[in-house]
């Protein structure tokens, strides 16, 4: 007779407690997991993980004694060298499969260790616990938040545990509320953009949006806009799905998929509060953008994000929810994170004749006077203080206060070179000429300039 597995004991009972409606089941499920993980020998598979991770950030790594110390020790590793998110997967390579634990540097994925594929089960369970997600359900994609403790620092992780033909697919978000603190001048925002900024939180009504794709840093631009402003004086109301850092002084509130919980109902609570801000987490649908233009019209300041290319992209898109001609003030910011270069390790660079063509290019599109190229260009190398010649990442940005013309103009369906041309004229430069300046500094590269300034959306 062939068995196969089913289940282990900590999941027969925690079926058992479902099938019977024993809710106080709930604590002793947990334990009978912690019993079951004792009885298993992952010595082995253990010392794989503290290896690998003594090895990526070549420090010593304590003995980890059981799986739940495995966790917390990933979790250290990863705000240790700063990364931005945490995957932990089993990936079948060939004949063989594998767990893997990868994080997010700088924006690019790396490889941080590998262990057997039996332990897998129990880390996400292990990850399940610290992020109060059931460890006895597995039908469908979970969420969770965990907060975690590194030296006198508060560090708070979104968890997304997805199932996958491999096993439970982890991918956690790593929150520091540090960084929704930090002052614009921080953000390495230029002066005029900057300015503008600023102007457009002084108004009582209007709309601010940030946009950019995946990655870019919206986020961080987004609370620290909030941080900007009188919440004393102010009554600040956030509408997020889901809330990404905890900001005292405002009233938060978090979509949910229960019945009170529904954007729709948020916002009719908001529009019963008297706000004076609203913060709207991200504009993804006809209904989010509905909302925005519908308190910016009504003596309300609003603040929100989008996924887009750039700021005439942006504004095509709420163009595309409703005539932007209708709405007052509307500012746009769009940005993107280049690796910023190791100052031990970066060289002087040779311009190629092809790099002078690009900068030519991106300075008269810009209307801007030539930049020197004789000037501070360099090139990564790589050394034991940084990943491939970068360490950390600097921001390149565009700023779009929408005027009249332009509005008139998106209205009757001008071209994006017309659009392109009005906001140039105004004063705006795009985040490529905003990134050349700072690679003419030899803060970043001409190679991460083409990686992420988005230059093919925009005509040059």
């Not at 495995?70 to 990364?83: H, N, P, V």
């Not at 659009?419 to 905003?434: K, R």
Request: charged letters at 20%; glycine letters at 8%.
């Amino acid at each position: 007779m062939n068995l196969s597995y089913v289940a282990n004991i900590a999941e027969i009972f925690a079926g058992l407690a479902i099938l019977f409606s024993v809710v106080k089941a709930w604590p002793a499920i947990t334990n009978l997991n912690q019993l079951v993980k004792k009885d298993k020998d992952w010595h082995v598979q253990l010392i794989a993980i503290q290896s690998g991770l003594a090895k990526y950030t070549g420090n010593s790594c304590p003995e980890l004694p059981d799986v739940e110390t495995a966790r917390d020790q990933i979790l250290t590793s990863a705000i240790s060298s700063g990364a931005s998110d945490i995957h932990i997967e089993v990936k079948q390579l060939g004949d063989v499969i594998q767990g893997c634990v990868r994080f997010r540097v700088d924006g690019q994925l790396k490889v941080v260790c590998s262990y057997d594929s039996e332990l897998h089960a129990d880390l996400i369970n292990a990850f399940k616990i610290f992020g109060s997600i059931p460890t006895d359900q597995s039908l469908g994609p979970m969420q969770g938040r965990g907060r975690f403790d590194l030296n006198d620092k508060r560090i708070d992780f979104r968890l997304q545990i997805t199932p996958t033909q491999t096993g439970d697919y982890l991918s956690a978000r790593i929150l520091d509320p540090s960084l929704a603190s930090m002052p614009y001048s921080a953000l390495g925002i230029g002066d005029r953009d900057l300015e503008l900024i600023k102007k457009t939180l002084d108004t009582s009504e209007g709309l601010l949006v940030f946009g950019g794709p995946t990655g870019s840093g919206k986020t961080v631009s987004f609370y620290t806009s909030i941080n900007q402003m009188d919440d004393q004086a102010l009554r600040i109301i956030s509408v997020e799905d889901p809330i990404e850092v905890e900001i005292p002084g405002i009233v938060q509130l978090g979509v949910q998929d229960r019945p009170g919980h529904h954007f729709d109902d948020l916002m009719g609570a908001v529009s019963r509060s008297d706000p004076d801000v609203l913060l709207i987490g991200e504009i993804r649908s006809e209904m989010t953008a509905h909302y925005c233009f519908r308190f910016a019209v009504t003596g309300h300041f609003v603040i929100s994000t989008i996924h887009s290319n750039n700021v005439i992209h942006s504004l095509a898109k709420l163009h595309g929810y409703g005539d932007v001609r209708e709405f007052p003030d509307i500012t746009l910011v769009n940005q993107r994170l280049a690796r910023r270069l190791c100052v031990k390790c970066s060289t002087p660079a040779t311009l190629l004749e092809s790099d002078v063509t690009l900068i030519d290019s991106i300075v008269q599109f810009n209307q801007q006077d030539q930049i020197n190229t004789d000037g501070n260009f360099r090139s990564p190398v790589g050394c034991e203080h940084c990943i491939n010649g970068y360490k950390g990442r600097v921001a390149g940005y565009e700023v779009l206060n929408v005027n009249q013309v332009l509005m008139d103009a998106m209205a009757r369906g001008r071209d994006t070179s017309e659009l392109w041309s009005i906001a140039i004229s105004s004063g705006t430069t795009t985040v490529g000429y905003n990134l050349l300046q700072k690679v003419s500094e030899g803060e970043t590269s001409l190679a991460e300039l083409r990686r992420v300034a988005g230059l093919d959306d925009i005509p040059q």
